[in-house]
């Protein structure tokens, strides 16, 4: 058995959770949030045969979507005249990580 940790942007989450279901996949999801932008995230945990791991792949990479996002960037101080403001910055987010594990013993009570 194996273990895979897909942690997906928040805002796709219900699109895999739904696909997920669909395919006949069950899940726990977990609230999480990324470090770098601190936004939120939800982490998949889906448990399945060796055999079915490349489909649950499938299935997340299918929901999720790479988008662009400006993020306020970090003020910038002048000698004179204190903190000035600056441009937003625009960041790549979205997509999934995806971690799989081998599982020795799993259980659903």
């Given amino acids: 058995m194996k ?5 997906v942007n928040g ?3 219900a699109a895999v959770s739904k696909a997920l279901a669909k395919n ?5 999801k977990l609230a999480s949030s990324g470090s770098f932008l601190s ?3 939800t982490t998949f945990l889906i448990c399945v045969e060796e055999n079915e791991v490349d489909a649950v ?3 997340v ?13 970090a003020p910038v101080y002048g ?3 204190g903190q000035l403001p600056s441009m937003p910055v625009e960041v790549p987010v979205g997509g999934a990580t995806i971690f ?5 013993r799993f259980e659903k009570l």
């Fill in 24 to 28: 006949g996949f069950r899940a726990t």
């Fill in 100 to 104: 799989v594990t081998n599982i020795e």
């Fill in 79 to 81: 000698p004179a005249t």
């Fill in 61 to 73: 990479q299918q929901k999720c979507h790479h988008r662009k996002q400006f993020i306020p960037a």
């Fill in 57 to 59: 792949i499938g299935v």
């Fill in 3 to 7: 273990l895979i940790f897909a942690i």
């Fill in 11 to 13: 805002d796709d989450s």
């Fill in 39 to 41: 936004s939120g995230n």
